[in-house]
C-alpha cells in the first residue's frame, strides 16, 4: 500500500470531563489515513459515535489556535497532528488526548482560557503610536530590520500551548507567562511605539521570574520562541528607571556570571550563585547542601581554562 492510501485502525483514549461527573477516561476506535488531523478525528467521533463529546476546533490550518490539547502528554494543535504521525511515534495505535494543563477545566477537551486572556491583555497588546500620526498628519513607516525583529513574535495566535507546558506559571503568578511576553516584546520593541516605559515596568520583572526551561519554544506550533523574547525583554534592564527587587537580583546574576567566565573562563555556579543572593540569602540552601551531602560541589575549586586570554578577548568584545 502506498503511503498516500495508508490506513490504520486506531484507538482515541479521550480523557473526558464534565462538572458533576469530574474526570474519567472514554475509549473511541476508527480508521483513518493518512491524512486525518486530530481535529477532523474528534469530528469523526462527535458526528459519528458519540455527540456528547466536547472539544474546540475553527480553522483547521494552525492559524486560529483553537484545538490546543494534550496528545499522548505532548502540547499540541489537534488540527496541526496528524493521527498516523503519531501512531507511528509512540509505536502504538492507542492515543491519549486530554485537555491542556494548567487551566480549568470546563467540558472534556475545552478549558477556561479567561485567565490566559487576561494575561495577554496586562501587556496592552496593540500599538500606541503618537498624537501626529493618529490625526493623520503623519505617516510612520518601520523599517524593514525592524520588521524583521517584530515579525516572529507578532505571530502569536494565542493557542495557550506554551502557557500549559510552562512551570514557572504554575508556580509564580506573578509570572505573565510565555505567550504575553512574545507579545508585549513585540510591541516594547517597536520604533512607532509611545509607552516604552510603561512596558518596560509591565515586563521586565516578570522576564526575570522565567525558569529559562525551553518547554514554551518546544511547544509552540508557530516556531515563535518566546524565551528568546523573554532574554530580549531582559536587555532593557538597564533602560529602566525603576527596577524591581527581583530585577536587581537578575542583574547581579548576569554580572556574576560575566565574572566568572573572565576570571576563570568557567561558569563557578556556587561563586555565582553567593554574588547573586549574597551570604546571608545563601545560608538556606548553603543548609539545604550540607543536610544532603551536597555541600562538597559548592566548593569545588576550578581551574581556570587555558588561553583565557582569548575568552576575555570575547568577553571585551576585542575579537580581532
Known sequence: MSLQNE??????????????????WQEYKLKVDRFTQFTEALRRIKSEQDPTLAYRASCHMAVCGSCGMKIN?????????????????????????EPMDYFKPVKDLIVDLDEFYQRMYKVKPRLYPHKEVLEGNVEQRLK????????????????GLCVSACPSVKMDPEFLGPAAHAKGYRFLADPRDTITEE??????????????????????????????????????????????????????H????????????????????????GLLGSIKDFIYLFQSGKV???????KSVENISEIRKILSGDNK
Open 7 to 24: 490506513e490504520m485502525d486506531v484507538v482515541l483514549k479521550i480523557k473526558r470531563y464534565s462538572p458533576e461527573k469530574g474526570y474519567w
Open 73 to 97: 502528554g505532548e502540547p499540541r494543535l489537534a488540527c496541526k497532528t496528524l493521527v498516523i504521525d503519531m501512531a507511528k511515534k509512540y509505536g502504538s495505535n492507542v492515543i491519549t488526548i
Open 144 to 159: 524593514p530590520e525592524d520588521q524583521r525583529e517584530l515579525w516572529k513574535f507578532a505571530q502569536c495566535i494565542w493557542c
Open 199 to 252: 512596558r518596560m515596568k509591565i515586563l521586565i520583572d516578570s522576564a526575570w521570574r522565567c525558569t529559562y526551561c525551553y518547554m514554551c519554544y518546544n511547544v509552540c506550533p508557530r516556531d515563535i520562541e518566546p524565551v528568546t523574547a523573554i532574554k530580549k525583554t531582559r536587555a532593557y534592564t538597564r533602560l529602566a528607571k525603576e527596577k524591581t527587587s527581583i530585577a536587581q537580583t537578575g542583574e547581579k
Open 254 to 277: 548576569i554580572e556574576a556570571i560575566f565574572n566568572s567566565l573572565l576570571e576563570t573562563g568557567k561558569l563557578e555556579e556556587a561563586k555565582v550563585y553567593l554574588s547573586t543572593y
Open 296 to 302: 562538597k560541589y559548592a566548593l569545588v575549586k576550578e
